[in-house]
């Protein structure tokens, strides 16, 4: 069951994605190509996947996707499946760089917003692999949190992001927050809402739906899962 993750923060938030174009990208410039003693070495040029990705995210980050045409959509959805093959290389070696397994992880989160066909079994099988090698890693457990809440797993999330705030995500108290409100637990969610404004103390959006959920105003079905 797909359940937009932060639907309820979003009726209080104007996208970031609103009035921006995605870009156009050529995913052939992700290729680097040298030459060594051994012979040719290919490899992925990380500061442009990192454009890409931060691009992406802008309009992809969270369910349903917000983009200003059909055309930029259909050109991310373009993009997400050759970057997600290109990274099906480096991922499934021997011995993968942690730093392309959780990008990789977060490219497919992604697609998986964006209704691409097995992006979800990727995003599980990734993270599943860079978090068996660094359980603590801190982007690894906050995207794979994110990514289970809004797939509809809210229970399954919620060690994830405990983690991810354990070790200093500060985000991941606001996700918390949010995934309990799913779960129907208005006290665990109001506490990490609170613990997150006082990070964030400058943002008026964040009190209004601590003041909404308080009053009542904010009413939400407790998920199955």
């Not at 050759?82 to 490219?107: H, K, Q, Y």
Request: proline fraction near 6%; glycine fraction near 8%; avoid cysteine.
């Amino acid at each position: 069951m797909r359940i937009p993750l932060f639907a309820l923060s979003m009726l209080l938030v104007i996208s970031l994605a609103h009035g921006k174009e995605y870009g156009n990208y050529d995913s052939k410039r992700m290729l680097t190509v040298s030459e060594a003693p051994s012979g040719t070495k290919y490899g992925i040029d990380g500061k442009y996947l990192d454009q890409m990705l931060n691009d992406l995210a802008l309009h992809a980050k969270n369910y349903p996707p917000r983009f200003d045409t059909n055309q930029d959509r259909q050109r991310a959805v373009q993009d997400v499946k050759t970057l997600s093959g290109m990274l099906d290389i480096v991922v499934n070696g021997p011995s993968p760089d942690p730093e392309f397994l959780w990008r990789a992880g977060f490219l497919n989160s992604m697609g998986h917003n964006l209704d691409i066909p097995g992006s979800a079994e990727k995003t599980s099988a990734i993270f599943k692999k860079l978090l068996a090698a660094a359980p603590a890693d801190p982007r690894g457990n906050y995207i794979y949190g994110t990514f289970l809440a809004g797939a509809g797993k809210p229970k399954e999330a919620l060690p994830f992001l405990e983690r991810a705030l354990s070790v200093g995500v500060a985000d991941a108290a606001y996700a918390l927050g949010m995934t309990y409100l799913s779960l129907g637990d208005k006290q665990k969610a109001l506490e990490n809402l609170e613990a997150y404004r006082k990070h964030s103390p400058s943002d008026d959006n964040i009190a209004k739906l601590i003041d909404s959920i308080r009053n009542g105003k904010v009413e939400i079905k407790k998920s199955p899962n």
